[in-house]
């Protein structure tokens, strides 16, 4: 295995979140008076960080104040409706639990507050694998995806050339690369191989325990 570090992104790649998303997008749309796009919608935009995702989903101009109002509105209802509405994606703790055996480093961000994304790992019983885990302040929820990952770097002093970092989406790619760290992509979450595979990620997975074999 050529890496000591791995850090996963968390939603849609160790984990199905996608019920929480939805719901909380709808709530969202519903407290700004904005006209729900529908949930078929919602989750075209869910490969997208979420600012992007919200104005791609409204044909209006939206302005600054309401964005923030969606981000924290968003984030209040997903933190509401998240556990029991989250599942493991199969394979993902037997993965954890051969890399924890090979005494490998195993860390966890998301695009939520770290309050929730810790709540998540211990309802799944992944924390017992995690070194850390790192989300959004509630001060800070529109801090760039890609920040989030170059602050676990930095706050645990992981050296870059023995880091990759696992996630789901394009945009987890270009955050791999602004991070100067090698990239893998998963094809069970929100994005398409096809799709994922346009960004030129450095590893490609389609189950679990590919990661052995691969990285």
């Not at 104005?55 to 968003?74: C, H, M, P, Q, W």
């Not at 346009?198 to 052995?212: A, K, S, T």
Request: hydrophobic residues 35%; charged residues 25%; aromatic residues 10%.
């Amino acid at each position: 295995m050529n890496f000591d570090n791995y850090i996963f992104d968390f939603d849609g790649t160790l984990a199905d979140t996608t019920l929480c998303h939805v719901y909380a997008t709808e709530q969202a749309f519903k407290e700004l008076n904005l006209k729900n796009p529908g949930k078929e919608e919602i989750l075209s935009a869910q490969s997208q960080p979420l600012e992007e995702g919200l104005r791609s989903l409204t044909s209006i101009g939206i302005d600054e104040e309401k964005v923030e109002l969606f981000i924290r509105a968003y984030h209040k209802y997903y933190s509401q409706y998240e556990i029991h509405n989250i599942k493991e994606f199969a394979g993902i703790s037997e993965m954890l639990q051969l890399l924890h055996n090979k005494k490998k480093n195993i860390f966890v961000i998301s695009s939520n507050e770290t309050a929730v994304v810790t709540r998540q790992l211990d309802y799944l019983g992944l924390n017992r694998f995690i070194k850390d885990a790192l989300g959004l302040h509630i001060k800070e929820l529109r801090k760039p995806h890609y920040k989030i990952l170059q602050s676990i770097i930095q706050n645990n002093h992981l050296n870059q050339g023995r880091t990759v970092y696992i996630g789901d989406t394009k945009h987890d790619v270009k955050s791999a690369s602004l991070s100067d760290i090698r990239s893998c992509v998963v094809t069970w979450g929100a994005q398409s191989a096809h799709d994922l595979l346009q960004e030129n990620p450095y590893y490609v997975v389609n189950e679990p325990e590919e990661i052995f074999t691969i990285i």
